[in-house]
């Protein structure tokens, strides 16, 4: 584990700087376009707020439901 400890004073959630991030994978289909692109970045959201939610400073892979 990497910990730098830097700090982030304008923080209320958290005295030092946290990275939480959403990650998912695709294999993409031409047909899908501009669609399957915007398909990917709502499951990568998805993911990211999951990571916030369940306590900052880890990586969630999105999973269906």
Known sequence: TLDLH???RASEA????????GV??????????DEGIE???????????KAKKT?????VAWTPE
């Not at 398909?39 to 707020?49: F, G, I, N």
Request: hydrophobic share 45%; no cysteine; proline share 5%.
């Open 39 to 49: 398909a990917l970045l709502v499951k990568a959201d998805q993911a990211l707020y």
């Open 24 to 33: 998912v994978t695709l294999v993409p289909e031409v047909a899908d376009g």
């Open 14 to 21: 958290d005295p030092y700087v946290t990275l939480s991030m």
């Open 6 to 8: 830097l700090e982030h």
């Open 55 to 59: 306590g900052r400073n880890r990586v």
